[in-house]
């Protein structure tokens, strides 16, 4: 994906595996060492945003490891 920022670019080359990851990984994807939730929340939506388009998406699942990519497409 060429139009994802550097860091959504590093979040979803974590999420690309199709395994869940709890929110302390994918906040070492952040390269701000002061971001909170808040700011995971906003590059999640964002990146959201931009693989809804491609007919893929972030599906928070409710357990222990929240976040896996999806195919929605189906």
């Known amino acids: 994906m060429t139009n994802l920022t550097p860091t959504e670019r590093r979040l ?3 999420l690309s595996d199709q395994r869940p990851h709890t929110r302390e990984q994918l906040m070492a994807c952040l390269d701000d060492d002061l971001a909170g939730p808040n700011t995971l929340r ?3 939506s964002n990146l959201r945003r931009k693989l809804r388009a491609r007919g893929q998406g972030i599906v928070r699942v409710q357990c222990l490891c929240p976040y896996v990519l999806a195919d929605v497409s189906s």
């Open 12 to 14: 979803y080359k974590v």
């Open 42 to 44: 906003v590059h999640l």
